[in-house]
């Protein structure tokens, strides 16, 4: 199962788009990019996938790149409550796997 | 709709005991992950269940095991207990017939300590 790479931390004024990166170099054709969070205390809330197009719902846009090996979680006009640690998954849909939830990136939404 | 629910919420145990979590999927779904979550470790991967068959296995002892019935709720047990095992234990449901991924709808956890 491919690992990810995320930075540690971000800070994102209140209102601006916050544009969380996630690396993925070793993904393989049949695993999908998958976005979690999780708010101090709380069970993770699922975001966002995508396989290969950009993905958007109400909560976020996905941005995967043309080669898999990155993608990028946009959050349009953060607020105060989207402070939280941002998890990037990559997995297969069947067979054996080993779901890796990695270290995350701890968003802080400044006021 | 009801959310995955998780009992007990908090729990003190002493060394070399065991113990029993519960899990309440969200009605409908058939696919049970559980999850440890440890400051030290972050998120790992226990197990998944679907149809009362575990389907995929993390990288833990024969320790922890789990199981699920017909109705699809799911217990996780802990036998031989450890310092090392206070934890955070969260489970997942997901609707998904080919695996525990698209979304999945985490409960509120149940926060275990070993003394």
């Known amino acids: 199962d491919a690992k990810t790479t995320q930075p540690p931390s971000m800070d994102c004024a209140e209102g601006r788009a916050a544009n969380l990166p996630c690396n993925h170099s070793t993904i393989s054709g049949n695993e999908y990019v998958y976005w979690y969070r999780q708010i101090h205390s709380q069970g993770p809330q699922y975001i966002i996938h995508g396989l290969k197009n950009n993905e958007t719902n109400e909560m976020a846009s996905l941005i995967i790149t043309e080669d898999r090996k990155s993608s990028t979680l946009i959050l349009p006009h953060a607020t105060l409550r989207d402070t939280a640690v941002y998890y990037c998954?990559?997995?297969?849909?069947?067979?054996?796997?080993?779901?890796?939830f990695g270290t995350g990136t701890r968003l802080k939404v400044l006021a | 709709k009801a959310g995955v629910t998780q009992t007990p919420r908090y729990l003190i145990k002493t060394r070399g005991q065991q113990v029993t979590l519960s899990c309440s999927p969200i009605?409908?779904?058939?696919?049970v992950s559980w999850y440890q979550q440890t400051p030290g470790q972050g998120l790992q991967f226990l197990f998944e269940y679907f149809s009362e068959t575990q389907r995929n296995k993390g990288n833990f002892p024969g320790r922890f095991s789990g199981r699920q019935f017909s109705n699809s709720r799911s217990e996780m047990n802990v036998s031989t207990l450890e310092l090392g095992d206070s934890a955070l234990y969260l489970c997942a449901s997901s609707s998904s017939g080919t695996g525990p991924l698209g979304e999945q709808y985490f409960g509120p956890g149940t926060r275990l300590t070993v003394t």
């Open positions: 009605s409908g779904h058939r696919s």
């Open positions: 998954i990559v997995s297969r849909t069947s067979g054996t796997y080993k779901y890796i």
